[in-house]
T-cell receptor, first 116, second 117 residues
C-alpha cells in the first residue's frame, strides 16, 4: 500500500545527544514537510523540501537539520542545540504542482520524542 | 505574511446537530488550496475536505461542507448530523503560493470539537 512511514513511533533523547527521525514515502511525491506539534497546539513547520537535494527552513528550524538525498526519504535530525525537543513530530508529503494533477497531501503517523 | 487563524479553541455540539468551525486566512497570492484536517486521539491527521481557490463552488464531502468566502478570506467547516466519532481536533490549513518557489502548508492552531451524546 502506498503511504508515508515514520519511525520510530517513540524516541527518547539524552542530554547533548542528536537523534534522527525517519520519514519514507512510496507515493512518488515531490514535496515533503516536517512539522512539530506541542500539546494542545497547532502544527508548526520545521523544514520543507520541494525537490531532491533542496530544502527550505520553516518557521522553527533552529536546532534541527534535514537532508533530501532521495525523493523517497526526508530524515529530520534533532540536534543538541534544540533545548526543548519534547514534542510530536509529523512528516507529510504532497505531489508537485508542476505535475498538473490535483493536490493531495498525506501524513505519517508521527513520532513522539521525549527527553530523558 | 501568510497566516491561518482559528479563533475557536473549543466547541461542543449535541449528537445529530450541526456545528460550524471558523477559519480565516491571509495571503496575497491568487493560487492556493485550503484544507480542513481532523486529528482524533490517535493523532493521525485525516484530510476532511479541500477547496481550490479558483473554484467558486463550495466543496462538499458527505456530512462535511465548507463556506468559502474568497473576498472575506474565510473558510468555515460545517458538520451536519454530528456523530460521536467526529470528536477530534480540527485544523484549518492553507497551501499558499501554490506552484511557486515558497509553496508550503500553513496550519491554524486548531479547534477541539466535542460531540455530546
Amino acid at each position: 500500500d502506498g503511504g508515508i512511514t515514520q519511525s520510530p513511533k517513540y524516541l527518547f533523547r539524552k542530554e547533548g545527544q542528536n537523534v534522527t527521525l525517519s520519514c519514507e514515502q512510496n507515493l512518488n511525491h515531490d514535496a515533503m514537510y516536517w512539522y512539530r506539534q506541542d500539546p494542545g497546539q497547532g502544527l508548526r513547520l520545521i523544514y520543507y523540501s520541494q525537490i531532491v537535494n533542496d530544502f527550505q527552513k520553516g518557521d522553527i528550524a533552529e536546532g534541527y537539520s534535514v537532508s533530501r538525498e532521495k525523493k523517497e526519504s526526508f530524515p529530520l535530525t534533532v540536534t543538541s542545540a534544540q533545548k526543548n525537543p519534547t514534542a510530536f513530530y509529523l512528516c507529510a508529503s504532497s505531489i508537485s504542482p508542476d505535475r498538473g494533477v490535483e493536490e493531495k497531501l498525506f501524513f505519517g503517523s508521527g513520532t513522539q520524542l521525549s527527553v530523558l | 505574511a501568510q497566516t491561518v487563524t482559528q479563533s475557536q479553541p473549543e466547541m461542543s455540539v449535541q449528537e445529530a446537530e450541526t456545528v460550524t468551525l471558523s477559519c480565516t486566512y491571509d495571503t496575497s497570492e491568487s493560487n492556493y488550496y485550503l484544507f480542513w484536517y481532523k486529528q482524533p486521539p490517535s493523532r493521525q491527521m485525516i484530510l476532511v475536505i479541500r477547496q481550490e481557490a479558483y473554484k467558486q463552488q463550495n466543496a462538499t464531502e458527505n456530512r462535511f461542507s465548507v463556506n468559502f468566502q474568497k473576498a472575506a478570506k474565510s473558510f468555515s467547516l460545517k458538520i451536519s448530523d454530528s456523530q460521536l466519532g467526529d470528536t477530534a481536533m480540527y485544523f484549518c490549513a492553507g497551501m499558499m503560493n501554490y506552484g511557486g518557489a515558497t509553496n508550503k502548508l500553513i496550519f491554524g492552531t486548531g479547534t477541539l470539537l466535542a460531540v455530546q451524546p
